[in-house]
């Protein structure tokens, strides 16, 4: 089987290859070749490049500012812009067009919709996630950051925390505990907060690749609109697995090329190493290419629901559970053939500290080392392996759900 797409639709491929002939160098070999100062200015101008050619919140409806563009659209024109080695958006746009603006087209009201969408597009607003708190990761229901109607505007006391990409942004987009008296799940509520006010504090992390991309953020009095509820107050957590499912399922058909990619740049590795006839590293690469081969019909199976209507859900933790887990796997591999050069990383450091490096980037120490000890993080953001395994087996699967503590 080998899948394939409609004469159509590779019409339009063509269109989105134009595009990005005209708007790129001649010599362009992807953002990977591009660190610091000229990385941020090409990403910068990159965002307004896709806004005019309506290759920004593809997707979204025009009058909101977005593209317009079908399901399927969508997915060529990502598709592409992964083999060329180009962004889909800024550094941010993960939470601002992909999770909250999906959410607030699906959950949100009108008025919230012709406010903030087209502020996304612009960028005038850059958002973050306020999920996660000290006490509150796995079992996201049991958030504590306290929200209290006072007149017309809830007032926030509390912390949040793993806050990927705070220090970029002057929103959140945040759960709140609104009535401490309901079950766990009934009294959250979804809460749209600018953080340009007194009493947001942001803290970065340092993680262990050296990076600070998480974040402590914490509230102290801090005043939000009761208008900026998304989904209505106490039904915060059916917008907030809404949310998830954005985040976890709508890249299953895009991000396999990022990963075939990476087990390229591998394989050229180790004969570059000289260990590509060793039987024992043949054997390993071999399984990490079939993985990724699984990826991609993966990838393919979502890509056909989504055509079909169906909006990202439960089954999107198979997709998030079996390509963090995979990376695991393959940037261990990339370690034990970097060898010994591996304790001393040296060259480009990776853009991000998600999934797989840049296209175009060096295939040197540096990237595999920081590659290999950012894909940890993979198995625990967006939701641990642990919980999407639970989520598979009780939600996809419909097995009996595990005891509940008194």
Known sequence: MKPSYTPEAEAYRLKVKAFLKDNLPSDWKGIGTLEGKPLEEFVAHWRQVLAKGGFLAMGWPKQYGGGGLSALEQVIAAEEFERAGVPTGGPNDVFSIQMLGNTLLLFGTEEQKQHYLPRII???DVWCQGYSEPNAGSDLSNVGL?????????????????????????????????????????????????????????RPIKMISGESEFNEVFYTDVRVPKENVVGGVNNGWAVAMGLLGFERGEAAATAPIRFQAEIDRLMELAREKGVASDPRIRQRLAKCYSVVQVMRYLGMRTLTQFLA????????????????????????????????????????????????????????????????LNARAGTIYAGSSQVQRNIIGEMVLGLPKEPKPN
Do not use: C
Request: aromatic share 8%; charged share 20%; no cysteine.
């Open 146 to 202: 306290k929200a209290v109607l006072d007149g017309d505007e809830w007032i926030l006391n509390g912390q949040k925390i793993w806050t990927s990409a705070g220090h970029l942004a002057d929103h959140i987009f945040t759960l709140a505990r609104t009535d401490s008296d309901a079950p766990k799940h009934k009294g959250i509520s979804f809460l749209l907060v600018d953080m340009r006010q007194p009493g947001i504090e942001v």
């Open 309 to 372: 209507g169906h909006h990202p859900g439960p089954d999107g933790a198979i997709f998030k559970l079996y390509w963090s887990e995979y990376h695991k796997v393959v940037t261990e591999l990339g370690i034990d053939i970097m060898g010994m050069d591996a304790l001393v990383p040296s060259g480009r450091r990776p853009s991000s500290a998600f999934q797989t490096d840049d296209a175009g980037a060096p295939n040197d120490s540096m990237s595999w080392a920081m590659t290999f």
């Open 122 to 124: 612009s960028g005038d």
